[in-house]
């Protein structure tokens, strides 16, 4: 009955966007994203499981065993949910022929004044489908053949081809600002063009997105979680944008909604099923398709560096993990909280570094480390020697900061932690904007 009554919203705000805003056919094909996720989940898992997609819920007594991929359902539907979209989006530029082949005027509705037929806002949407859908594959196909990290670590920037090449055609801009306190010493320069490297730049972001979720990942609902959180966090800013914002940025962060509202709710319904206690586990496919959700809304919103700000738990999460992504110390296969079936609690899992001692030149670092808590050292009594540490991953920190704790509170308080440091990035980022270069796209400093 729920869903039936979410259907009936989904269809009212449909047919009143019609001369409402793109935004409003986004929030209800959101509905009917969420509604059709949330009914295909329970009904394909047995399928999967029966194919070979499955795995073992290591913190679980028993460790049962759950179907595995169905990231891939959710990233199904919001294509699907979006190829829907377009009639609506562009409803507006659906004229009739006359004849010659000529084109009469469009009618027009809140946020749309052209009469003229946006190709490329059209080309801008297609290449971003285009792109999630090339990383979905990659998802699907690590899914199935377990690729191996140097072989697909670069895959999605060849997934972002399209979208980067629709950029250099109808955008183009590859100049950054220059601080007003830096504009004299450099004779009054007040922006820099990057040229060939802010593509660079846009392709190492589609790199990064997906494969920041995908390394902050292992705990229940921690996939999603984020993701959901990021999707809210986007909004906000993207929120800030229509309500005090320009013409020129109200129209890009009208786009980057119509393309997050719609993943917010397939990720919402997901989110039900993988949450603690999971039925579903959602596969590196979703953890793919949700990052370079992600990038492709920063990159085609033109709001790139602010969407990096937002990731910046998981910039943390990379950043504290190099030292075992690099073999300065050794890395274990899996990295996940250690399960206690006696008290039911997650503990920090640890490097066993007896028998794979890590660099000599970085035993100095660990032991520093663990005097500034960042890491939990066992160190031998009689020899002074390291034993083992605990794994460089966000997850086993909070376990170190705030001891062992149950699995669906470990995620709620990551997820706290991700929605904190978002709202302040955004805060700082508007608010320092505006001091370094005296203007911020919202208000400016005279």
């Excluded at 399209?162 to 601080?179: K, N, Q, R």
Aim: hydrophobic share 50%; glycine share 8%; proline share 5%.
């Amino acid at each position: 009955m729920f869903n039936l009554a979410l259907l009936a919203l989904a269809a009212a705000l449909v047919y009143c966007s019609r001369s409402t805003s793109v935004v409003v056919a986004a929030a209800g094909f959101a509905l009917v994203g969420y509604v059709a996720t949330d009914y295909l989940i329970p009904r394909v898992g047995p399928s999967f499981i029966k194919i070979g997609l499955f795995g073992k819920d290591l913190s679980k007594p028993g460790r049962p065993v759950l179907p595995e991929c169905i990231g891939a359902v959710s990233a199904t539907v919001y294509l699907f949910t979006m190829f829907f979209c377009i009639p609506c989006i562009f409803y507006p530029y659906l004229v009739s022929t006359s004849g010659g082949g000529q084109r009469d005027s469009s009618v027009e509705r809140a946020g749309i004044s052209s009469a003229i037929f946006p190709h490329s806002r059209l080309s801008e949407y297609l290449s971003s489908v285009l792109c999630l859908e090339s990383t979905i594959l990659l998802g699907i196909a690590d899914d199935l053949f377990d690729i191996r990290w140097r072989h697909k670590f670069f895959l999605p920037a060849v997934a972002a081809i399209p979208l980067l090449a629709v950029y250099y055609i109808d955008f183009g801009v590859t100049s950054v600002l220059v601080p007003g306190f830096m504009q004299q010493r450099l004779g009054s320069i007040t922006s820099i063009d990057l040229g060939a490297l802010y593509y660079v730049y846009m392709a190492s972001m589609a790199i990064f997105c997906p494969n920041s979720i995908n390394i902050l990942a292992g705990v229940n609902g921690l996939e999603v979680g984020q993701s959901v959180v990021l999707a809210v966090l986007a909004l906000l800013n993207d929120a800030l944008y229509l309500a005090l914002g320009t013409d020129a940025t109200k129209s890009s962060h009208r786009f980057s909604m119509v393309l997050i509202i719609p993943f917010l709710g397939v990720s919402l319904a997901l989110f039900k099923w993988n949450k603690w206690p999971a039925s579903v586990f959602v596969g590196d496919t979703y953890c793919y398709f949700a990052g370079m959700v992600f990038a492709v809304v920063g990159i085609q919103g033109h709001f790139a560096k602010t969407m990096l700000l937002l990731f910046l738990p998981q910039i943390a999460n990379f950043v504290y993990s190099v030292p075992q992504l690099f073999n300065l110390v050794f890395c274990p296969r899996h990295r996940l909280p250690k399960f206690n079936e006696k008290d039911g609690l997650l503990y920090p899992s640890r490097a066993d570094l007896l028998e794979n001692p890590p660099k000599a030149l970085f035993v100095p670092v660990l032991r520093l480390l663990a005097s500034l808590r960042l890491i939990d050292l066992e160190v031998d009594s009689k020899t002074g020697g390291i034993v083992s540490c605990s794994n460089m991953t966000v997850i086993n920190l909070m376990l170190v900061w705030f001891g062992p704790m149950r699995e669906d509170k470990l995620c709620n308080l990551i997820l706290a932690f991700q929605f904190a440091i978002g709202v302040a990035a955004i805060v700082l980022r508007h608010c320092i904007g505006s001091l370094l270069f005296g203007h911020d796209n919202l208000w400016t400093i005279k």
